[in-house]
């Protein structure tokens, strides 16, 4: 008789969960949810989290996004190896590589979250929380946490839980009565009619709070985007930039060998190679800018956008590079640069005696430390407000960057700088110095293949090899091009414009039907011919011969 008032509590789902114990007297147990319902309502929870995490830290304080802050902590714990591995696997796109695999191991929480909870919501809260956690504890640790960074996660957490909560009991309520009829077979008809009538009701109020979510989560999304973008706003704002002191000439018209194959010897803003440990483009804004200038010196300085753009200003192209470029990379651009002389400012407020160091900080907390001797020797170290005639692009630096010609990016180019500190060396180890990296790291003389690209197939007979050579501060003096191993053949040089910036060059060779091996080296203006030896990018920039090999036919 059982089996009758009974219906066996099958595996599958959804399910009703009545049974009938041996008294006879109804039981309703926890209702089980599908698989597919359960994971997205994780994934909905999860996402409606973020989505507010977003939204409140783009209004009140844009480094507490939860979400970013986790991936920052991750790339300032990443071992160096792995971050190496990266740079040299994603390039400049490191960043959005972290970021897709973050959106992946996220929806696979959350998810989880929902699979764990097919019954009692209490699992999946508890993974959310945990999630919750972490992204608390992120924003505890950055560098640059105040208080007011706490209002981000913590709605993030209450809103994850929320809606988690929230869709689950919905859910539940709906699926406990979808198969009612059966469910409660036995029961009399007008029972099952109001079930019928009740899962209706609530698959609706299922799909309703499910559209909800959705719809709320997406627009506190796109809302957060539109906050988070104040600086391209006081950016446009800017308008034109104040002229140089000196107005330079117009660079000479054969500064590269575009034609042969090599970069435009300027290049354009959007295709400047970028670096940084920025998850989230630091966002200020020309009318909150503040400097600071302390430490070791005589007056501290405090100067605003405005005081710095109406001071002499110097305009000068400069060749950055990275010191995770490895032998023919790409981490390298060139462009005018139009800013405020160091050496003024330093002057200015006066540089004690001792002071070695100029630490720089950006808003987000990244650190540089650069040689106070070499920005005070005469050369175009500045901070920049602009690059190829516009105002600093916001992924640059904007609304101010430093510049020095000749030291490698990680020690001289603080983007988004609003503190300087005169220390020494042994005072203070910047960001990149606390992970192996090198106190002083002048750029290395370097050249590079351009044109053929390596690995590629180009019609045999006379071929023309073009490329780049590079010795900022020092100059090139000559480069020299090899086939197959045989002798040095001097490559033509475009036009020198400075030897802050990178040199063309390019040369042809005679090449019959077959697999060929090229080679560059350049000598620099001290008399140094790079060295074959190849060395690894840490600590102080790749050392050897770029080469390549091409198939003519
Ligand atoms: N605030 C900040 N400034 C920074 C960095 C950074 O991570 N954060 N990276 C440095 C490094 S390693 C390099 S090579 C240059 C790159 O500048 P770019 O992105 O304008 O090419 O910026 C430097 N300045
Ligand atoms: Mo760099």
């Known amino acids: 008789m059982t089996s009758n008032t009974n219906p066996a509590p099958a595996a599958c789902e959804p399910q009703a969960m009545v049974t009938t114990t041996a008294h006879g007297s109804t039981q309703i147990r926890p209702r089980r949810l599908g698989a597919a319902i359960a994971g997205l309502i994780g994934v909905l929870g999860v996402a409606s989290a973020l989505a507010v995490g977003d939204l409140i830290a783009a209004v009140v304080s844009p480094s507490s996004s939860p979400f970013l802050a986790v991936g920052e902590q991750f790339i300032r714990l990443t071992p160096e190896w792995l971050k190496q591995f990266a740079i040299a696997t994603f390039g400049i796109y490191d960043k959005l590589a972290l970021l897709i695999g973050m959106a992946l191991v996220i929806t696979l929480l959350a998810a989880v979250a929902g699979l764990a909870s097919r019954q009692r919501p209490a699992p999946g809260l508890v993974v ?34 929320a809606v988690f909560a929230g869709l689950h009991h919905r859910a539940i309520a709906a699926a406990g009565r979808e198969p009612a009829g059966q469910a409660v077979a036995g029961a009399d008809p007008g029972t099952a009619a109001t079930s019928a009538e009740d899962t209706g009701l609530d698959r ?43 107005p330079r000439t117009a660079p000479p018209p054969q500064a590269d060998f575009v034609s042969a194959g090599t970069p435009p010897w300027l290049t354009p803003n959007a295709d400047f190679y970028r670096i940084d440990t920025a998850l989230q483009v630091p966002q200020l804004s020309t009318g909150d800018y503040e400097l600071r200038i302390h430490g070791m010196v005589d007056r501290e300085q405090r100067l605003s956008y405005d005081d710095l753009r109406s001071r002499r200003l110097i305009e000068a192209p400069i060749t950055m590079t990275c010191v995770s470029n490895a032998v023919g990379g790409s981490l390298m651009s060139n462009a005018m640069f139009l800013g405020v002389p160091l050496a003024d400012l330093l002057a200015e407020a006066g540089v004690r005696p001792g002071a070695t160091q100029i630490a720089s900080t950006s808003v987000d907390g990244f650190t540089t430390g650069t040689p106070v001797d070499v920005v005070t020797d005469g050369r175009d170290a500045m901070l920049a407000i602009g690059q190829n005639g516009r105002p600093l692009p916001v992924e640059h630096g904007f609304p101010v960057r430093m510049v020095v010609p000749g030291l490698y990016g990680f020690v001289s180019g603080c983007k988004w700088i609003t503190d300087i500190e005169l ?82 060059w390019k040369t042809t060779f005679e090449l019959p039907p077959g697999r060929h091996r090229l080679q560059v080296r350049a000598t620099d203006r001290s008399g140094y011919t790079q060295t074959p030896k190849p060395s690894l990018t840490i600590p102080d920039g790749a050392t050897g011969w770029h080469t390549i090999t091409v198939t003519t036919a």
Do not use: C
């Open 128 to 161: 959310i929380a945990v999630m919750g956690v972490l992204g608390l504890a992120s924003i505890l640790a950055s560098p640059t946490f105040a208080l007011f960074d706490l209002m981000a996660p913590l709605a993030s957490s209450a809103v994850g839980l």
């Open 204 to 246: 609706r109020r299922l799909l309703w709070a499910t559209g909800g979510v959705i719809a709320g989560a997406g627009a506190a999304g796109l809302l957060g985007r539109l906050f988070s973008s104040t600086a391209e706003a006081s950016r446009a704002a800017v308008g034109s930039l104040p002229s140089p002191a000196q």
């Open 423 to 504: 220390t020494t060396f042994e005072a203070f180890t910047p960001y990149w110095e606390q992970r192996g990296w090198a106190q002083r790291a002048p750029i290395k003389t370097q050249s590079r293949i351009d044109a053929p690209r390596t690995d590629t197939t180009v019609p045999a007979g006379r071929v023309t090899v073009a490329g780049t050579a590079w010795a900022q501060h020092t100059g090139i003096a000559a480069v020299d091009v090899s086939a197959d191993g045989g002798a040095w053949q001097r490559a033509e040089l475009a036009d020198g414009v400075s030897i802050d910036t990178w040199r063309m």
